[in-house]
């Protein structure tokens, strides 16, 4: 079945330390984004990345970053600059960034917190 | 810029109710498109429907339906006699067309628990 995968599903976190998120999707998706989910918030936008070896920050990107080297996967790193980083973290993906029209289907989530 | 505003934070029914999810967005786009998502408490996002700007016809598909009104700025999604099913979190959701951000600016969300 074509969809989103996001690994782990829960992931803790030290201090100072470096975690990554996976996504990987099999929908031949050129677009791929990161959302962040607060309790009682709705989903703010981290990065996004049209196509392979491109991405633009989103709404908050500081104490993150991302690569594409792969139009399959979207890993997301939380660096030890994010202070805040517990939180629930959607991938998703759509067929082309600039056909907006498109819906964006998403994966199960990562839930992050700090040890 | 774009909004989504969505007012009611939380809303409980019981079964078998009509329920009414607002949302109002705010856009400077001639062009957009509104979406509607639920989120189970697994944590997915399902799509429920997208409506372009530019067709204003209401659209039901079962239970649900959905008011689309330009002149007041509002997307309301209602759920017709509610289910324990229908518990979630809904969120509102839009995109614009013409300007540099095609990416989807959500609402806050509103939890919805229909008891039995």
């Known amino acids: 079945d074509g969809g989103i995968t996001q690994s782990p599903k829960y992931l803790f976190r030290k201090e100072g330390q470096n975690v990554t998120l996976s996504c990987e999707q099999n929908l031949n998706h050129d677009a791929m984004y990161w959302y962040r989910q607060d309790p009682g918030q709705g989903l703010r936008l981290i990065y996004y990345s049209q196509i392979v070896n491109d991405f633009q920050k989103g709404d908050i990107a500081e104490g993150y970053s991302v690569s594409r080297e792969k139009k399959e996967s979207f890993p997301l790193t939380v660096t030890s600059a994010q202070k805040n980083p517990t939180a629930f973290y959607l991938c998703?993906?759509?067929?082309?960034?600039?056909?907006?029209?498109?819906?964006?289907?998403f994966g199960d989530g990562t839930r992050l917190s700090i040890l | 810029a774009q909004k989504v505003t969505q007012a009611q934070t939380e809303i409980s029914v019981v079964e078998k109710e009509d329920v009414t999810l607002d949302c109002v967005y705010e856009?400077?786009?001639?062009?957009?498109?509104l979406f509607w998502y639920k989120q189970p408490p697994s944590g997915e996002l399902v799509f429920l429907i997208r409506?372009?700007?530019?067709?204003?016809q209401n659209e039901i598909s079962g239970r649900y339906s959905w008011n689309f009104q330009k002149s007041t700025s509002s997307f309301n999604f209602t759920i017709t006699a509610s289910q324990v099913v229908d518990s979630a979190v809904y969120f509102c959701a839009l995109s614009e067309a013409n300007t540099g951000r095609r990416a989807l600016t959500f609402g806050s969300g509103t939890r919805l628990q229909v008891q039995p």
């Open positions: 409506r372009n700007s530019f067709d204003e």
């Open positions: 998703a993906s759509s067929s082309r960034y600039r056909d907006s029209n498109q819906p964006q289907h």
């Open positions: 856009t400077r786009d001639t062009t957009y498109y």
